[in-house]
């Protein structure tokens, strides 16, 4: 069989592996795989089937005219008064399962029969109902402010004739709606029908995305809810902090209940808190456990972690066995070893104090090697220059001469301008004497 021919079986009714007729519509809340889908003579064993509506709502029908449905098929059903539109979710020997979780059937004569397949008239009346909610719902909160009621109307379903709607509310107490339920049908002149959920009912009804990542469990698989108690948490050994504890809901979250039974088990092979570990080195306490591997953290002190011993379930049940008949291991260790001295911690254990005076030797040393021309110090490097290049080396002294030359030049002209400056003083000031003496000879 080629890849073409296996896809084709696959997709056009097979009879072996998995089957699209399983699969239906995923876009619905409480989607159930049907993994029965496939199997040959999966309807016949039974007429029950189970037609979803708005949102979470469920209800099981008896195919009393054999209808071939199938999963995704809208169908007409009957209801009390008119019919019905919902989507059939599940069919075959699945279906009695599913009625045994399911709490909305309380007796066989509860379950009522499906009429046919929905026509397109009964489309346009059950989208023209829809399409009336949403007005209906803020309208009716408005009523019910109005009579001052406690209640909050979380959401409005219409039949699919439009006869008649459910309005489910919440509330904390108990409330007396007998005037509400007249109001609205003055109101919206359709039968009323009062139906009151809890936080996680209308958690499960809007949806929305958990803490882990995931869609809620009460919006896709969840039916039956029960109740959560922070015993589930203080079992499982997790922080009673009410922000991490509490779901979309407000409420604890349902999977505190998944794995108590679990840890329960596990915890049981766990010692008890209140029994002391004697050993030769003193006595321990237990100070945290790990439940599912198993694991005890042992301290020196009640109260804080001081020299912290990790060990086995089995080991420290060992211990109290040993300590019953008066005797005291070593040491905590699994083969009753002592334990290891602790290693000193001081981090300039072993270190050299003189380290840092190795750089003053080293410029001595550096020093002398300069000195020592068998060193190869600064002198016999310049004679080994002096040799290698001696066309090179007397140019370099002919500039250095010449350099020398006009440095002596530079400071002679420098020495004799303070005497000229000097002389210019002095006749300036031979010049001065001179001034008077004129004058007192034209005054004479």
């Known amino acids: ?41 999966n309807n016949q064993t039974t007429d029950l089937v189970e037609v979803q509506f708005k949102n979470t709502r469920k ?38 399962l599913q009625i045994k979780k399911s709490t ?40 019910a402010k ?11 379903e219409y039949q699919g004739d439009g006869n008649k709607a459910i309005f489910y509310y919440i509330a904390d107490e108990r409330v007396d709606f007998r005037q509400l339920i007249k109001d609205l049908a003055a109101a919206f002149h359709v039968r009323i029908e009062m139906k009151q959920i809890g936080a996680r009912q209308e958690a499960g009804r809007i949806g929305g995305t958990g803490p882990c990542g995931r869609e809620l469990c009460c919006a896709t698989w969840m039916k039956n809810f029960s109740s959560v108690s922070t015993t589930a948490a203080r079992i499982q050994d997790i922080s009673p902090n009410p922000t991490k504890l509490a779901g979309m809901c407000a409420k604890l979250k349902c999977c505190l209940n998944y794995e108590v039974d679990q ?4 915890s049981r092979k766990l010692p008890s808190k209140e029994v002391l570990l004697e050993t030769m080195d003193g006595e321990y306490h237990l100070f945290k456990t790990d439940i599912l591997s198993g694991q005890c953290t042992y301290s020196t002190d009640k109260n804080l972690g001081a020299n912290l011993e990790i060990i086995s379930a089995a080991r420290a049940k060992e211990i109290i066995e040993m300590n019953k008949r008066g005797e005291k291991p070593l040491s905590l260790l699994e083969d009753g070893k002592a334990k290891p001295a602790k290693k000193s911690a001081d981090l300039l254990a072993g270190a050299d104090l003189s380290r840092f005076d190795k750089a003053k030797k080293r410029k001595k040393g550096n020093q002398q090697r300069n000195n020592n021309p068998q060193q190869g110090g600064r002198q016999q490097r310049d004679n080994n220059r002096n040799q290698r290049n001696p066309q090179d080396n007397q140019r370099q002294n002919n500039d250095k001469n010449r350099y020398q030359q006009n440095g002596n030049r530079k400071q002679n002209n420098v020495r004799k301008q303070p005497q000229k400056q000097e002389d210019g003083v002095t006749q300036n000031k031979k010049q001065e004497d001179k001034k008077p003496q004129q004058t007192q000879r034209t005054q004479e």
């Open 263 to 266: 840890y329960m088990e596990a």
């Open 104 to 143: 909305a059937v309380k007796s066989p004569d509860d379950i009522k029969r499906v009429y046919r397949l929905a026509k397109e008239v009964d489309m346009q009346k059950y989208h023209e109902a829809k399409a009336r909610e949403h007005r209906t719902m803020i309208e009716s909160r408005q009523i």
């Open 1 to 41: 069989m080629d890849y073409k021919d296996m896809k084709f079986k696959v997709w056009h009714g097979c009879d072996r592996g998995l089957c699209h007729k399983g699969c239906g519509r995923q876009d619905r809340q409480l989607n159930t795989y049907d993994w029965l889908a496939d199997v040959p003579g």
């Open 59 to 96: 209800g099981y029908y008896h195919n009393v005219n054999n209808l071939d449905l199938k999963k995704g098929d809208v169908v007409a059903v009957e209801a009390n008064p008119g019919h019905d539109i919902g989507v059939v979710t599940l069919t075959g020997r699945l279906v009695k």
């Open 146 to 156: 109005g009579l001052g009621l406690k209640m909050k109307i979380g959401d409005v």
